[in-house]
């Protein structure tokens, strides 16, 4: 296991034997557990969209239920698990997005924690489009990909055996899908005018980091876009520096 494999691991323990009253006294860090360090800068690149294009192609031919899954994630800056579980909710979602601009991600989320995710508004229809196409395909699959074992874990297999079949490897692998759904948001939340804290802490907590994660998520999923932030008034820096703080000490946590 990877370190944070590990560390994803050892959080989801502990916020189990938090809910049943343990005393973490002591134990409450992964440094204190002798966990290693993750490298926290990010490895992968934002998906560009005339690659995504004909990527969409092949994976349509290849099996539709990817087409649908990769698609979702493209749109919605979700994960690949939330994208294999969304079954359910996308009907749900279309409703969401119509009233709240936003749809509120419950199943496979990291940690179980739920949230809502903003649209990218420049693509609303393209997103209602594809919620409905994936909602048809429903009607006539169980699932959006379906493994051989019939179970969520023999989908899972079948979805990263597809996207090595489709070089979704390395710096473009499944994960680069978000990259380019927080880059493009990003930029839509510049032209409204946001200032750079509120910018990172909305796309921290669309992405299901928490909103106190801006300085992850400018160094990682945005690092090419950063220079188009505004730039931080000196109360803002003050502000900004006690959220690293806090920041740090909630990753040692976590």
């Known amino acids: 296991m990877t370190p944070g494999s590990i560390q994803t691991s050892i959080g989801n323990v502990r916020s189990l034997l938090r809910a049943a009253g343990v005393d973490l006294t002591g134990y409450d860090t992964s440094r204190a557990l002798g966990v290693p360090e ?61 009233y709240l601009h936003s749809v509120h991600v419950t199943s496979g989320t990291k940690g179980g ?16 489009v594809a919620l409905r196409e994936a909602m048809e395909y429903l009607q006539h699959n169980k699932h959006l990909i379906q493994g051989k074992g019939g179970d969520l874990e023999s989908a899972r297999n079948r979805y990263h055996a597809l996207a090595r079949k ?35 802490s909305f796309l921290s907590t669309c992405l299901g980091h928490g909103e106190s994660r801006g300085r992850w998520i400018k160094q990682v999923y945005i690092a090419g876009v950063v220079h188009l932030l505004p730039r931080p008034t000196r109360l803002a820096r003050r502000l900004y520096k006690l959220l690293q703080k806090l920041d740090r000490v909630q990753t040692e946590e976590t």
């Not at 390395?170 to 899908?177: M, N, Q, T, V, W």
Request: a negative charge; one cysteine or more.
């Open 38 to 98: 993750r490298n926290r800068d990010g490895t992968k690149l934002p998906f560009p969209d005339e690659r995504f294009d004909e990527l969409l192609v092949r994976a349509y031919e290849m099996d539709p239920g990817m087409y649908h899954s990769i698609k979702m994630q493209r749109l919605l800056g979700l994960r690949g698990l939330e994208a294999l579980m969304s079954g359910p909710s996308i009907e749900r979602w279309i409703d969401e997005i119509q």
């Open 113 to 128: 924690r739920p949230r809502f995710t903003d649209i990218l508004h420049g693509r609303a229809t393209e997103t209602q």
């Open 166 to 200: 489709l070089d979704m490897t390395g710096e473009f692998a499944p994960h680069s899908l978000r990259y380019a759904w927080a880059c493009e948001k990003a930029r839509e939340l510049i032209d409204l005018g946001l200032g750079r804290r509120e910018i990172l």
